[in-house]
């Protein structure tokens, strides 16, 4: 059976203090009150992640991972992080390919097809986040830009790198707008993701495949998001800075 995971994606939020409280808090109430076989994934920025590591020794339901890493193994790239380092100091998960990256950063599906192999190859999971913006859905070309990212992004990848992958589809349009894709609709893009999937390696692999959902998700629709068939979890912005709401999405599982 693939894995059940929540995971916050902190973004450039809480300074090192403030991260610290917040993932303490988020521990205490997952050691508590999460029931579930679900698994917790904390994305802080770089600052925070030996710490948060250090912290969630003990509590085994919790993983911390990255935002973001270089694609290079090393070097004259001043400002950046390697996987090497990010494994380094025990982070299990990195994001990559965040909209925002792809939006402020020019981040394309080349590059982040070469930052999900230094990833792997450093023995971290990649988050593989893909999605349309409202005007390719208004085009309807959503679906065609899905296929690509996957294309272009991870199916270049054998079977036993791809099933180290977990995937994340966040509509653009949903992600800190607090419009949420109904139900229906991430259903219907997550099914469609799995069959691609399949089409490109079998169903096995694609039954395997942990799919998130991201885009403005809250304590108030995560269950309804989480009961469809292929969504196997959430990737939370906004929310995973709260502990509470945080933990209430986490409990959608329980
Ligand atoms: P949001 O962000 O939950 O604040 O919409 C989701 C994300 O960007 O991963």
Redesign the pocket.
């Known amino acids: 059976m693939r894995k059940k995971i929540v995971a916050g994606?902190w973004?450039m939020n809480l300074d090192y203090n403030e991260g610290l409280g917040v993932f303490s808090e988020i521990i205490n109430m997952v050691k508590d009150e999460a029931t579930g076989t679900q698994e917790v994934v904390v994305c802080s920025p770089f600052i925070h992640i030996h710490s948060l590591v250090q912290m969630a020794k003990g509590y085994h339901k919790v993983a911390v991972g990255a935002q973001n890493a270089h694609q290079a193994e090393s070097g004259a790239y001043t400002g950046e992080t390697s996987a090497k380092m990010i494994k380094s100091v025990g982070a299990a998960y990195v994001i990559i390919g965040?909209?925002?990256r792809r939006q402020y950063f020019g981040e394309n599906n080349e590059l982040l097809a070469k930052k999900t192999d230094t990833v792997l190859k450093h023995d971290l999971h990649p988050i593989f986040?893909i999605g349309e913006t409202l005007q390719e859905r208004e085009a309807n070309q959503h679906f065609d830009v899905i296929r690509t990212q996957l294309v272009e992004g991870v199916f270049h990848l054998d079977a036993p790198q791809f099933a180290k992958l977990v995937l994340?589809y966040?509509p653009v349009w949903?992600?800190?707008?607090g419009v949420t894709a109904s139900s229906a609709q991430a259903q219907e893009i997550h099914e469609f993701i799995r069959k691609e999937i399949a089409a490109k390696y079998n169903q096995e692999v694609a039954d395997n495949t942990t799919i998130l959902y991201?885009?403005?998700?809250n304590p108030k629709n995560a269950a309804e998001l989480f009961a469809q068939p292929d969504i196997d979890g959430g990737?939370?912005?906004?929310?995973?800075l709260k502990s509470r709401d945080f933990v209430d999405i986490i409990k959608a599982f329980n």
């Open positions: 994606n973004k965040h909209s925002e986040c994340a966040e949903a992600i800190g707008t991201g885009g403005s998700c990737l939370i912005g906004g929310a995973s």
